[in-house]
């Protein structure tokens, strides 16, 4: 069984720091490219960064580029997405997800993955305080 378990949400004020974590279990970790996602109520879920199975190729949409860094340790089996600058738009639920086949590229797995397949977190909750 997959499991796949977010870490490191919280109550940030506006310009501060977080970084998130997500380790998997249930898969080769190292073999797949993963992402991260993130859904606010009312609005569907989307790609915020995701990265190739050996990290070395990334993809951050608009919104995040220049604040957020994806990266992953594969001898860990641990994802992680480095927030900073947050402002108050950036709240959200953030998902970790992959979709366990290797067959998207990292722009691929954040534009137009079919968001009922793959593997995913539970989510973690990041609110940004004005």
Known sequence: EVVMVESGGGLVQAGESRRLSCTASGLAFG??????Y?????????G???????????????FVKGRFTISRDN??????????????EDTAMYFCMTDGRDYYAAQGLCTYFPLDSGYWGQG???????
């Open 31 to 36: 073999d797949f490219p993963m992402g991260w």
């Open 38 to 46: 993130r859904q606010t109520p009312g609005k569907g879920r989307e």
């Open 48 to 62: 915020v960064a995701c990265v190739n199975r050996s990290g070395f190729v990334t993809y951050y949409a608009d």
């Open 75 to 88: 001898a860990k089996n641990t994802l992680y997405l480095q927030m900073n600058r947050l402002k108050p």
């Open 124 to 130: 973690t909750q990041v609110t940004v305080s004005s």
